[in-house]
């Protein structure tokens, strides 16, 4: 069964740090660009962070940038993203979800999602 | 720009049809992907491409698309298709960046 399985989320100060994992089982993850997503509580789904497959390849939202950083081992399947200087606007359900992607036929997409994991940042 | 803006929440008579849409710029040049969600759960893909369902996905689900202008079909709607729906897109960048558009609750009357 293809599946994703967050951890590494709990309360944490304003200010602190904090790492999420994502731990991919039933597929190669080294054939797979990772995506971790957000969503605040009642709010939308906001996309934070991009690694292609190698890890060579990384993108941030705006929102995150400078902050945030994240890494994989596709030896040891699984994606991380390690978060500092949190704000309590970063409080939200973090999701890893697996991408694909074609610039020749414009298909972009995230065809697998984890369960999320909860990280609140308050004093 | 890659921001992505969908229309109002809508409602729909249970068999009935609703379209929701999803406009922006990248979605000139990229097709849009949409993700259905339901409370507590992860999304989940229905869409993507020009009009493509993933496995499992009931085929009164489908897309559209014109210009900068995406759309998802729902027809003859289910009880268990109430649901928020999100787009999604990748800007046209050499620094790949996507965008969710803010999601659209479609409630079956």
């Known amino acids: 069964e293809v599946q994703l399985v967050e951890s590494g989320g709990g309360l944490v100060q304003p200010g602190g740090s904090l790492r999420l994992s994502c731990a991919a089982s039933?597929?190669?993850?080294?054939?797979?660009?990772m995506h971790w997503v957000r969503q605040a509580p009642g709010k939308g789904l906001e996309w934070i962070s991009y690694i292609s497959n190698t890890g060579y390849h990384i993108s941030y939202s705006d929102s995150v940038r400078g902050r945030f950083t994240v890494s994989r081992d596709n030896a040891n399947p699984s994606l991380y993203l390690h978060m500092t200087s949190l704000r309590a606007g970063d409080s939200a359900l973090y999701y890893c979800?697996?991408?694909?992607?074609?610039?020749?036929?414009?298909?972009?997409?995230?065809?697998?999602w984890g369960q999320g994991v909860l990280v609140t940042v308050s004093s | 720009s890659s921001e992505l803006t969908q229309g109002p929440d809508v409602s729909v008579g249970l068999g009935q049809t609703v379209t929701i849409t999803c406009q922006g710029d990248?979605?000139?040049?990229?097709?849009a992907s949409w993700y259905q969600q339901k409370p507590g759960q992860a999304p989940v893909l229905v869409i993507y491409g020009q009009n493509t369902r993933p496995s499992g996905i009931p085929d009164r689900f489908s897309g559209s698309d014109s210009g900068t202008t995406a759309s998802l079909t729902i027809t003859a709607a289910q009880a268990e298709d109430e649901a928020y729906y999100y787009c999604?897109?990748?800007?046209?960048?050499?620094?790949?960046?996507?965008?969710f558009g803010g999601g659209t609750k479609v409630t079956v009357l």
């Open positions: 979800a697996r991408g694909y992607s074609s610039r020749t036929t414009g298909e972009f997409f995230f065809d697998v």
């Open positions: 990248s979605l000139r040049y990229n097709y």
């Open positions: 039933g597929f190669t993850l080294g054939d797979f660009e």
């Open positions: 999604n897109c990748r800007d046209t960048s050499d620094t790949p960046h996507w965008a």
